[in-house]
């Protein structure tokens, strides 16, 4: 319990000194307008329309004003972004992500499946403690709502293949911008089996 809350202080320290200012004066008018481009991927309102690409709609503003940041510095690989935010200061990376957080999100509907909707809700609520995976509850929250002053990604209605895309990242470690390596942490202890089951639980969390 130490170790684990020591290591939240860690993260929480980490993302404050990261985020301290432009935040307070973030617009969300002139976010939208930064943010045409991205509806090619992403959707006019962050509503993407494949599974491959997130949606944004709904998503904790501090997360992807992290993430924008994180992928103009360098600090995260996504090729599909490649060249698209370098030139933003973080204001605009605030401000996009300002308008992302004010729209309404993706509510999706989960497989049918009893025995994965259990797997998934088990790892969701309480984790899975002989592969020491923690509850994704204690970070994003029971409804999957995530955590802005963490800058913990709300989860909930993300599409299946992206989150076990995501997943997979993490285990690998090719994306490593996870403050303090808590997600590939958790990712190296998940089977495809588990990655599978959380994400279609996700798909009809809210």
Not at 93 to 114: I, K, N, R, S
Not at 115 to 138: F, H, M, N, T, V
Not at 165 to 184: E, T
């Amino acid at each position: 319990m130490r170790t684990l809350l020591a290591s939240l202080a860690i993260i929480l320290g980490a993302v404050g000194t990261a985020t301290a200012n432009p935040r307070a004066d973030a617009d969300a008018s002139a976010g939208e307008s930064l943010a045409q481009p991205c509806a090619a991927c992403h959707g006019q309102a962050g509503i993407s329309s494949t599974g491959t690409f997130p949606h944004l709609a709904g998503q904790q503003m501090s997360y992807l004003a992290k993430q924008i940041m994180d992928i103009r510095d360098g600090h995260r690989e996504v090729p599909q972004m490649e060249g698209q935010v370098d030139d933003y200061e973080d204001q605009d990376a605030w401000d996009v992500a300002a308008f992302y957080a004010e729209q309404e999100p993706h509510l999706g509907q989960a497989e049918d499946d009893a025995e994965l909707l259990a797997r998934g809700e088990a790892l969701y609520r309480a984790g899975d403690q002989e592969k020491g995976i923690p509850a994704c509850s204690a970070c994003h929250t029971p409804t999957g709502g995530g955590i802005g002053s963490a800058a913990y990604p709300a989860l909930s209605g993300l599409q299946t293949d992206y989150t076990i895309s995501a997943l997979q990242d993490f285990a690998a470690g090719d994306r490593d911008n996870d403050p303090n390596g808590v997600m590939r942490d958790i990712a190296t202890k998940m089977n495809d089996d588990d990655m599978q089951a959380i994400a279609n639980y996700l798909l009809g969390l809210n």
